[in-house]
C-alpha cells in the first residue's frame, strides 16, 4: 500500500464505529440521542491498526458499491449504510466485533 493508500485509510478510520461481537439489533444501531462520538464506539488508528492485522475484526464498509469498488480497506466487506439495519442479525452472528468505517 502506498501513502496515498495509508491516508485514505486513516481517513477511513475517523469515522470507524466497533459493535460487540453478538450485539442484538437494538445494540447495533445507536440510540438517536447517543452521542456517536462516545469513546465505547468509535475505534482510533492504533487500536484499528492493532487489530487488524491480528485479524481480530470484521470490518464492513458502509459506502455504496461505485465507491467501495474504487477502493476500500484490503478484507473488508461492502454493506452499504441504508442496508446495516437490515442485516443486524446477519451482523450479530459475528464471532469478531465489527468495525463499520465510510469515507
Known amino acids: 500500500m502506498n501513502i496515498r493508500g495509508v491516508v485514505f485509510v486513516v481517513a477511513l478510520l475517523v469515522l470507524a464505529v466497533m459493535i ?25 488508528w492504533n487500536e484499528f491498526k492493532k487489530l487488524y492485522d491480528a485479524r481480530a475484526i470484521e470490518i464492513i464498509d ?14 473488508a466487506r461492502s454493506i452499504p449504510l441504508d442496508q446495516v439495519e437490515k442485516r443486524a442479525t446477519e451482523l450479530g452472528r459475528s464471532k469478531k466485533p465489527i468495525v463499520l468505517y465510510c469515507a
Open 20 to 44: 460487540p461481537p453478538g450485539a442484538t439489533a437494538a445494540e447495533q444501531k445507536p440510540d438517536q440521542d447517543e452521542d456517536t462520538s462516545s469513546p465505547s464506539l468509535r475505534i482510533d
Open 62 to 75: 458502509v459506502r455504496g458499491d461505485v465507491f467501495f469498488e474504487s477502493g476500500h480497506i484490503p478484507g
